[in-house]
């Protein structure tokens, strides 16, 4: 089974900008479609955006379109996620994860595989 590790997290003033890194190892990637999903305490996990497992499709929750990029490289075997003009709603851990479905989802129940989460903090 595939195994995520996030990276790139940290303390941001709101208007700033980050990238988050999830680097896969035992599995390539290029067989899975990717997502990245946030939780912030006392809140249940969200989606934040998904891709596709060429890259040529993305999805976004409505909360992070047009601020968020995500993008994949497969022979890096490495998922991203831009993050730019973030506010501090934007607060959360973020975690990377990997699925087998047929199409891209956005629940988390459809993704198997889970990196242990990388905080991410924006302050007013």
């Known amino acids: 089974q595939v195994q995520l590790v996030e990276s790139g997290g940290g303390l941001v003033q709101a208007g700033g900008s980050l990238r988050l890194s999830c680097v896969a190892s035992?599995?390539?990637?290029?067989?899975?479609?990717m997502g990245w999903f946030r939780q912030a305490p006392g809140k249940e996990r969200e989606f934040v955006a998904a891709?596709?497992?060429?890259?040529?499709?993305?999805y976004y929750a409505d909360s992070v379109r047009g601020r968020f990029t995500i993008s994949r490289e497969n022979a890096k075997n490495t998922l991203y996620l831009q993050m730019n003009s973030l506010k501090p709603e934007d607060t959360a851990v973020y975690s990377c994860?990997?699925?087998?479905?047929?199409?891209?989802?956005?629940?988390?129940?459809?993704?198997?595989?889970w990196g242990q989460g990388t905080q991410v903090t924006v302050s007013s």
């Open positions: 994860a990997a699925s087998q479905a047929a199409i891209v989802p956005t629940t988390p129940r459809a993704y198997a595989y």
């Open positions: 035992r599995r390539t990637i290029s067989t899975y479609l």
């Open positions: 891709i596709s497992r060429s890259g040529g499709s993305t």
